[in-house]
Nanobody, 127 residues
Framework: AQQLVESGGGSVQAGGSLTLSCVAS????????MGWFRQPPGKEREAVAL??????LYADSVKGRFALWQDNAKNTVYLQMHYLKPEDSAVYYC??????????????????????WGRGTQVTVSS
């Protein structure tokens, strides 16, 4: 079965760091756009970052603080988060869109392009 499993969430003080992992199974992440999204309590889900054949793309709110990369051998995507703020608190989700032709068509910071989702991992940043 094709799955996405996130881990690495937790509680941290403002200014701290966390690294989230998303392990994919049942397909190769080299044939996909891989994105991270988050949903703060009581708010809409929003895009954080993505990686595709076109490179990485970040939401303005996390540029310069978050870094995304993938390890193809481990079929895993990572989101390293630095200088965390209380407003970064959310459930963080990993998602994918198929890109077997490698065109990068899904190189877009929008959940509408991502049909496959993990269950999420909670990140809480205290002030």
């Amino acid at each position: 079965a094709q799955q996405l499993v996130e881990s690495g969430g937790g509680s941290v003080q403002a200014g701290g760091s966390l690294t989230l992992s998303c392990v994919a199974s049942g397909y190769t992440i080299r044939s996909a756009c891989m994105g991270w999204f988050r949903q703060p309590p009581g708010k809409e889900r929003e895009a954080v970052a993505l990686i595709s054949t076109r490179g990485s793309l970040y939401a303005d709110s996390v540029k310069g603080r978050f870094a995304l990369w993938q390890d193809n051998a481990k079929n895993t995507v990572y989101l390293q988060m630095h200088y965390l703020k209380p407003e970064d608190s959310a459930v963080y989700y990993c998602a994918r869109a198929d890109d077997r032709d490698g065109t990068g068509w899904c190189h877009r910071l929008s959940s509408a392009f991502y049909p496959y989702w993990g269950r999420g991992t909670q990140v809480t940043v205290s002030s």
